[in-house]
């Protein structure tokens, strides 16, 4: 149910018309009935209505109220449904060779020519250099979701880029998604925005990734990389 609610959230909140995000569009259909019932009352000298009028009403301010608390509750989640397996060991240290790449599915705060974006569930690939700075190279395609549809501005390549000193945790779980469950890790790492136009750089920010795997093989090799890094 909580997987389900986040995804519903994500959707919402990703898809458009008219340049308003649904959710949007939501609370203010929701309120503007409200509002224009309680006008209607007030200039017909507020008569005495049957007690469903005001359970309509409450219900309409009900809902507005809802999705935006959906909404602010689902973003500090990340849209995701990430449940924790303390009880796992974490493998040996096996460091990626910079010309492998898993195939995963990635959920964080992505960049790309100087523009942020958080998405959920993006089809990607985990990489790691030579350096041992780690990439998760995600695609955006264009989506619908009811009368909305994505941005064509978000439609394209986006990464996230995670040096080995910046990672602070690394929790292996599973990730619910809709109804379908998969093998995954959360990573959590400071990320330094860059400076623009010259500016002092902005503060260091604490950042969190969700990589959902096909398999726990496929975990197993991402965590052993990420292991490779306390050396």
């Not at 018309?17 to 017909?44: E, F, K, P, S």
């Not at 030579?130 to 009811?146: C, D, G, M, P, Y």
């Amino acid at each position: 149910m909580i997987a389900r609610l986040l995804t519903l959230a994500y959707q919402l909140r990703q898809h458009r018309v008219g340049g308003w995000t649904l959710d949007r569009w939501a609370v203010t259909l929701t309120w503007g009935a409200g509002v224009l019932i309680g006008t209607q009352w007030v200039l017909r000298g507020r008569p005495n209505l049957p007690a469903w009028h005001w359970a309509v009403l409450a219900l309409l301010l009900s809902a507005g109220a809802g999705m935006l608390v959906l909404r602010g509750w689902a973003a500090r989640r990340l849209y995701s449904a990430f449940s924790r397996q303390p009880g796992l060991e974490a493998p040996a240290s096996a460091p990626m060779p910079p010309e492998d790449k898993i195939a995963v599915r990635a959920t964080g705060t992505f960049e790309v020519q100087g523009r942020f974006g958080l998405f959920a569930g993006l089809e990607a690939y985990w990489r790691t250099y030579a350096s041992r700075e780690h990439t998760v190279l995600a695609i955006q395609h264009q989506t619908r979701f009811l009368l909305g549809r994505s941005r064509a501005e978000d439609v394209g390549m986006w990464y996230m880029f995670i040096p080995a000193a910046a990672i602070t945790e690394v929790a292996p779980g599973r990730l619910h998604s809709g109804s379908e469950l998969a093998p995954a890790l959360r990573v959590d790492y400071r990320r330094q925005p860059p400076a623009l136009g010259g500016k002092r750089p902005p503060r260091e920010s604490n950042e969190t990734v969700y990589l959902a795997f096909t398999d726990d093989a496929a975990r197993e090799q991402v965590w052993a990389d990420l292991v490779a890094d306390r050396g």
